[in-house]
């Protein structure tokens, strides 16, 4: 799991982040610096990686698509992660059917 954020994580840094308007590369780079701290903030969820990787993965669908949207489109809340929203998670799912 990972090594699997690490990828995601480089490819939205080296790949898309440089291409946004200053305000969502804020944004952004907001996001990044909570999904990196995910251990130190969630130690007490078992389950903290798959959710910081479902935050990462979501970023990396929608920075690929061109199409930022919730929860990106404002910074994340204080305190720990919690789970995708259900609505976003099947926006997610609903992209990535139709890729």
Wanted: hydrophobic letters at 35%; one cysteine or more; charged letters at 35%.
């Amino acid at each position: 799991m990972d090594l699997e954020f690490k990828k995601l994580y480089e490819e939205v840094v080296t790949v898309y982040l440089e291409k946004l308007a200053t305000r969502e590369k804020s944004i952004l780079s907001t996001w990044l610096r909570k999904l990196k701290k995910a251990k130190e903030e969630n130690q007490e969820l078992k389950n903290w990686r798959e959710i910081r990787n479902e935050y990462i993965s979501l970023m990396n669908g929608q920075l690929r698509r061109s199409d930022l949207m919730e929860p990106f489109t404002d910074g994340p809340a204080k305190g720990p992660l919690h789970p995708v929203p259900k609505k976003v998670a099947y926006t997610k799912m609903k992209f990535t059917l139709c890729e």
